[in-house]
């Protein structure tokens, strides 16, 4: 079942696209990692997924209904944080979870269960103000826990804080899953962050989703390829294509799918026997930093 289900949802700022006709599938019980820079329009579709803007044009499906026509029930159902979260300095964490209690009409025993999800709960009577950042991170997705959501939206959780602090939210993001089934979607412009929670991913930039599928079919983008150094490149490239081989030919080198070693060793044979002069076989991998590049234009983070 797909949690979120969006049909050319598209936002215009005068005759700027923020967000161009995306259809995102995000499936139940997945960590959705939405990827891409900095104003590629991450924010602007989870604003629109929460109801906090409305679309130019397409629509919007969350837990099998459409958001314009169920609003308070689907957002009765989904937990979010986006940006920095809001707080009362002054107030203890449990305090703080109390007043948000109190307006999400939740029991008041989920206060100690969310604290003890965020790891929060010998913290819990310390004023916020004398929290650090990752803690308050914590606090705040706590908060957005307390209506034991079917969903969980968080817009760059980790955004500003150190490693230690990344670490800790990245932990808490990966068990989330187990919490009542829930589903979470997590924006992100690092690539390496999203590759260590998501199993889904949705890779945006410029307005457009230029990638949607799993992890792992990110990560077979990133096999080892065969480059081979060969005199006269441009012909020998023809004679691979012509033996119905799947290469790619650059300024220099030819480059195969399989950079298998014994597959390897067949290209070498064939092309001596052609009497291509062969002088450098090399097995390179992309990383999915490189891929990241490749399907951007812009590099692992920005």
Not at 58 to 66: E, Y
Not at 118 to 135: E, H, I, P, Q
Not at 143 to 159: G, M
Not at 244 to 262: C, F, H, Q, S, W
Request: proline letters at 3%; charged letters at 25%.
């Amino acid at each position: 079942m797909d949690i979120i289900k969006t049909n050319q949802l598209t936002r215009k700022y005068g005759k700027q696209y923020a967000v161009n006709n995306i259809n995102l599938n995000v499936k139940e019980g997945s960590i959705y990692g939405f990827l891409g820079p900095n104003g590629a329009g991450k924010s602007t579709t989870i604003r629109m997924l929460l109801g906090l803007i409305k679309p130019t044009t397409g629509s919007v499906q969350i837990l099998g209904k459409d958001l314009t026509k169920h609003r308070m029930e689907i957002l009765s159902q989904v937990g979010s944080l986006v940006e920095a979260p809001s707080y009362y300095g002054h107030l203890t964490g449990y305090e703080n979870l109390e007043a948000a209690r109190r307006l999400l009409g939740a029991p008041k025993s989920r206060i100690t269960e969310v604290l003890n999800i965020v790891r929060l709960n010998k913290a819990a009577d310390k004023k916020v103000k004398n929290y650090s950042l990752g803690m308050k991170q914590r606090l705040g997705i706590a908060t957005a826990l307390l209506n034991k959501p079917k969903l969980l939206i968080l817009d760059e959780p980790t955004n500003g804080l150190d490693p230690a602090g990344i670490q800790e939210i990245r932990e808490l993001i990966k068990a989330m899953p187990k919490h009542d089934n829930m589903t979470v979607i997590i924006s992100s412009h690092l690539l390496s962050e999203i590759e260590q929670m998501a199993d889904q991913v949705g890779i945006i930039n410029k307005g457009e989703l230029i990638f949607q599928d799993s992890i792992d079919v990110l990560k077979e983008k990133s096999k080892p390829k065969l480059h081979i150094g060969v005199n006269r490149a441009d012909q020998a490239f023809t004679f691979l294509k012509e033996q119905g081989y799947d290469a790619k030919l650059t300024d220099t080198r030819v480059i195969m799918e399989d950079a298998d070693p014994v597959f390897a060793e067949k290209i070498n044979y064939t092309l001596l026997s052609e009497g291509f002069r062969v002088n450098r076989l090399e097995e390179v991998k992309q990383s999915l930093e490189d891929i990241f590049i490749e399907l951007t234009g812009v590099g692992e983070s920005v």
